[in-house]
């Protein structure tokens, strides 16, 4: 992860997910999340608590 694009990630003591805005194809009721410490991506159920951190495209 760049540091200087997404700085300050604070681990949560299990690493540092965040939600994506991707849902799982197979099961849709599942949204992605990434471990900003270690690039690991797995999903789970909308309203599991994760962090989210807002971007914009140009």
Request: glycine share 6%; net charge negative; charged share 20%.
């Amino acid at each position: 992860m760049n540091s200087t694009v997404f700085p300050a990630v604070t681990d949560f003591g299990e690493g540092a997910p965040y939600w994506s805005e991707t849902h799982f194809e197979e099961m849709p009721q599942l949204i992605y999340f990434i471990d900003f410490l270690d690039g690991a991506v797995d999903a789970h159920s909308e309203g599991f608590a994760l962090a989210v951190r807002l971007v914009r495209s140009e």
